[in-house]
């Protein structure tokens, strides 16, 4: 099956630093998702973006669907950033969703 | 809109118990979905729907049962709970196969 992997696992950023995180997978996909955990547990939707570049305020993506790969930036960090991110990708003929282990984020202050 | 609902959100039990996790969605989406989350680890898929009337197995849906009750209500059943199903169980939605997820708050399982 189609595996995904996200980089890095673990991430610790001083607040207004920027970053980017990576999910790479195996095989075409015709489906994936950014989301964010928050330390309540919550998983919140940040992009669709199955190809093509998102922004929204602080947060842009991008996916490069022909390389296999996706990006989340993340800029001028603040606390409330901290949590877990989280890939999905859905793939052709199936309505199943795979996803990565996540990338934990600390904004300190 | 409430969006994804789910109860309850917190659940002890003892091993060999039942008990069944419910979800609700009011966005008339076609697809349901049942993750679970295990500590420090991503979500991993018991069982799905594509639509109404259909389920079908993910990643892990050994020990697990699952009732499409209609469109808007999709439900997953323990018949005899073990320590191993001791996670944080989620829902979601989608409408189709290639749109956005939109997840419930969770359920948080204890089985002792």
């Known amino acids: 099956g189609i595996q995904v992997e996200q980089s890095p696992p673990d991430l610790i950023l001083q607040e207004g630093a920027n970053s980017t995180l990576r999910c790479n997978f195996s095989?075409?996909?015709?489906?994936l998702q950014w989301f964010h955990q928050n330390p309540w547990g919550q998983l919140i939707n940040l992009f669709y973006?199955?190809?093509g570049t998102k922004q929204n305020g602080r947060l842009s993506a991008t996916t490069v669907a022909t390389e296999r790969y996706s990006l989340l930036y993340i800029s001028s960090s603040q606390t409330t950033d901290s949590g877990v991110y989280f890939c999905?990708?859905?793939?052709?003929?199936?309505?199943?969703?795979?996803f990565g282990t996540g990338t934990r984020l600390k904004v300190l202050a | 809109n409430a969006g994804v609902t789910q109860t309850p959100k917190f659940q002890v039990l003892k091993t060999g118990q039942s008990m069944t996790l419910q979800c609700a969605q009011d966005?008339?989406?076609?697809?349901m979905y049942w993750y679970r989350q295990d500590p420090g680890m991503g979500l991993r898929l018991i069982y799905y729907?594509?639509?109404?009337?259909?389920?079908d197995k993910g990643e892990v849906p050994n020990g697990y049962n699952v009732s499409r009750l209609n469109k808007r209500e999709f439900s997953l059943r323990l018949e005899s709970a073990a320590p191993s199903q001791t996670s944080v169980y989620f829902c979601?939605?989608?409408?189709?196969?290639?749109?956005?997820?939109?997840f419930g708050p969770g359920t948080r399982l204890t089985v002792l």
């Open positions: 999905a990708v859905g793939y052709s003929g199936t309505y199943k969703y795979i």
């Open positions: 095989d075409s996909v015709n489906n």
């Open positions: 973006i199955p190809s």
């Open positions: 966005m008339n989406h076609n697809s």
């Open positions: 729907s594509a639509s109404e009337g259909t389920t």
């Open positions: 979601a939605s989608v409408q189709g196969a290639y749109n956005e997820q939109f």
